[in-house]
């Protein structure tokens, strides 16, 4: 793969003890230049505010591990413009201090692992994402409570605005929908194994339409369409005037969400909204969230067999990815989950939502097991306790029905 000229950074300016301890002295003049240096407070910089998952889930992160001890929490990024989603932008800037730079150097500090450190008042946390998410994982495997974002009336203003000009129905309730396709990057096809067809999921949305529920899908505006002609269906994605500024408002006040693991996710997560996750494999993080529900990905063999998730997390966990290329080299391809599959977990969330039902405790119990045995950050008085332990994911119970070898 070719070098990037943040990789270049990394290796000529960060790599040297010396010249890190210059761009961190930098980083040092730009905080005290910007900031009154009485006060306390803890300083992260989020290198990637250009990828809608690291932009949302970095800072939540952040407020759910350090909110309750530091009045103010000091992010520096880049230049607003290069935000995935102007709209969060700008809701970051009223829950922390966002300091802008268009400085690449003190930005690409966000991969260096520097650990912890204290300047004066300044509590600097140098950490890489990867570092960020499994402390996350660890402290809710524990108990810590999750701290979600909470939007007031004026940041929901642009999604209801949305809702009224285009739905036949706009005080309803609505699930959004988003679906990575292949359109999405194509230049990134070493990231196609999380992509799915979106036609995989016209029959969840009929079901939805006729369960008297609104559906808005969100999402690239060059992916194919659903073509449902329907008041209640919204396919704001396609609406020529889409800028993707309501999304977070849309996230916030939806029933659920069903998605896909690519940056939306990171929306609903944050705020603490039901999801059905669907095509979904073994991430870096757990967020522990009750009301997610999860049907995984196939990854099949040359004779067409399906692996079972310990053989999954074999062949991921050590590089915490699965792409197209890591598959290849194992002769193995990806299979998305089946209209069927997507139908069925739809139903099932709904039965969910409708009548809080159980998950399946011996299911669960295997998922953390064999998690557990390659990825002990999910490991925690919360997650190991006897009754109800908390749930780094709840698995659909009608996807093990369909697959009842994937826990072996």
Excluded at 241 to 246: E, G, I, K, L, T
Excluded at 279 to 304: C, S
Aim: include cysteine; hydrophobic fraction near 40%.
């Amino acid at each position: 793969m070719q070098e990037t000229p943040r990789d270049r950074l990394l290796r000529e300016e960060l790599a040297d003890p010396e010249k890190l301890k210059g761009h961190i002295a930098r980083l040092l003049g730009l905080l005290t230049d910007r900031l009154d240096p009485s006060q306390k407070c803890l300083v992260y910089v989020l290198a990637q505010p250009s990828r809608i998952g690291h932009l949302v889930l970095e800072p939540w992160m952040l407020r759910t591990l350090f909110g309750a001890q530091y009045e103010r929490i000091v992010i520096v990024t880049g230049p607003a413009d290069e935000a995935a989603n102007g709209a969060f932008f700008d809701y970051l800037q009223s829950e922390f201090k966002i300091i802008e730079t268009d400085d690449i150097v003190l930005t690409t500090l966000g991969f260096v692992e520097g650990g912890s450190f204290s300047i004066g008042n300044f509590d600097f946390l140098l950490w890489t994402p990867q570092t960020l998410f499994l402390t996350f994982t660890k402290a809710l495997a524990n108990g810590a409570p999750h701290r979600f974002f909470a939007p007031g009336d004026a940041w929901l203003r642009p999604g209801r605005q949305l809702r009224s000009e285009a739905l036949a129905h706009p005080e309803q309730p609505y699930v959004l929908l988003h679906v990575r396709d292949d359109t999405y990057e194509p230049e990134m096809g070493y990231h196609a194994f999380r992509c799915n067809p979106v036609q995989n999921y016209r029959d969840a949305v009929l079901h939805l339409l006729e369960s008297d529920l609104s559906v808005i899908r969100i999402g690239d505006p060059t992916g194919p369409s659903l073509d449902i002609a329907h008041p209640d269906y919204l396919e704001l994605s396609h609406r020529p005037s889409y800028d993707r500024s309501a999304d977070f408002a849309l996230a916030a006040e939806a029933r659920f969400g069903i998605v896909t693991q690519s940056g939306p996710w990171a929306f609903l997560q944050a705020l603490g909204r039901p999801i059905l996750l669907t095509n979904g494999y073994p991430e870096p993080y757990w967020a522990f969230e009750e009301r997610e529900i999860g049907l995984f990905k196939h990854v099949l063999k040359a004779d067409g067999t399906a692996l079972t998730y310990r053989e999954i997390c074999a062949l991921e966990f050590g590089t915490r990815a699965l792409t197209n290329n890591r598959l290849a080299e194992h002769g193995l391809t990806a299979e998305s989950n089946s209209g069927a599959e997507v139908l069925g977990a739809v139903r099932e969330m709904l039965e969910f939502l409708a009548t809080d039902v159980e998950p399946d405790w011996s299911a669960q119990a295997r998922l953390h097991a064999i998690t557990a045995s390659f990825d002990n950050s999910v490991t925690g008085a919360a997650a190991e306790r006897r009754a109800t332990p908390r749930l780094q994911r709840r698995l659909s119970r009608s996807f093990l029905k369909a697959n009842p070898d994937f826990l072996d």
